[in-house]
């Protein structure tokens, strides 16, 4: 059973990548072409229920004409690679239920802060950024004034807030295996072994604190009484926050990926979001290292819940 159950988590998340790469596609449709007075005009067809629907792109060129064919046949294989999935999840007994009305409430609240999220987070990994620069990368992939790879952690956590706000993703156990995910994404592009528990010494800058290697099955076994744990639900998901971190479990990216793995739960349990805010950066930063150094973790536990818990 439990080989099933993995089996349709693994599925979900491969359905939940194929879902955020398509949100990622500037149009979803047929390119077409239209004269009008002599000059082509290029449009994108689609049919929306029984209507025909046919928005406007630009003027015509090959170069756009051929990035529009190329964007509509990327978006029917990740449409046929969900239709696939799909059905082996229906060949699995799995059921696509209604969420409860406060995770669907809270992934609305997280979706309209996502940009703000986005935002604070790059501040606490340094990222030279301003908001409208976030704003802009967010939304179009690029922007003048920063590095590329400020741009690149940028969309890559873009990329990782739209995995676990997938409908299908926050109905997955807020696990190793989800974790491990979220780092691959936050680190995609700077290592080959993104995702992956880490297997070299590391230093942490500001702090004597010098993390063991993790060990898989100890960092399983962690989590797993983290999340079984009698304590209330915010205090489980602030732990899995700060043991992610303090573990360093990945090369890199672990602020990163522990941030978005406890708003997972978070979230899965309709109680609002966790983001360190840009004005409570420095303050967080130098309750992190005490923390790593060996001060009392609810501390740093009452920090995060009164001044970095927005509720709903």
């Excluded at 620069?133 to 400020?150: L, P, R, W, Y």
């Excluded at 528990?197 to 797993?224: F, L, N, Q, T």
């Excluded at 732990?239 to 708003?263: H, P, W």
Aim: hydrophobic share 40%; proline share 3%.
């Amino acid at each position: 059973m439990s080989e099933t159950f993995d089996e349709i988590r693994i599925l979900l998340q491969q359905k939940a990548e194929c879902q955020a790469r398509l949100n990622l596609l500037p149009y979803d449709g047929t390119p077409e072409i239209k004269e009008q007075k002599g000059e082509k005009y290029i449009y994108v067809r689609k049919r929306v229920g029984s209507r025909l629907t046919s928005t406007y792109v630009g003027v015509y060129s090959d170069e756009l004409f051929q990035l529009l064919l190329r964007n509509t046949k990327e978006a029917r294989e990740l449409k046929k690679q969900m239709r696939h999935i799909d059905k082996k999840l229906a060949e699995l007994g799995y059921e696509d239920s209604e969420l409860p009305l406060s995770v669907q409430k809270n992934l609305d609240f997280a979706r309209v802060n996502m940009k703000a999220n986005i935002y604070d987070q790059a501040v606490l990994e340094g990222v030279a950024t301003s908001f409208p620069q976030t704003e802009e990368i967010i939304e179009n992939g690029k922007v003048s004034g920063m590095t590329a790879t400020d741009v690149q952690k940028i969309l890559n956590l873009k990329h990782a807030w739209e995995f676990i706000l997938d409908r299908n993703v926050i109905r997955s156990k807020t696990d190793y295996y989800l974790l491990c995910h979220v780092a691959r994404l936050v680190n995609e592009g700077f290592f080959f072994d993104a995702g992956r528990i880490r297997g070299i010494p590391v230093s942490i800058g500001g702090s004597s604190y010098i993390p063991p290697i993790p060990v898989e099955s100890v960092v399983k076994e962690r989590i797993a009484e983290i999340l079984a744990s009698k304590q209330d639900e915010i205090d489980i998901a602030v732990e899995l926050c700060l043991y992610s971190m303090k573990t360093q479990i990945f090369t890199d990216g672990n602020k990163r990926a522990s941030v978005i793995f406890a708003n997972h739960y978070i979230i899965s349990h309709g109680l609002g979001l966790l983001v360190i805010p840009e004005k409570e950066v420095p303050e967080f930063k130098k309750l992190l290292v005490a923390f790593y150094e060996g001060e009392n973790i609810e501390i740093i536990k009452n920090f995060l819940k009164e001044r970095c818990w927005k509720r709903l």
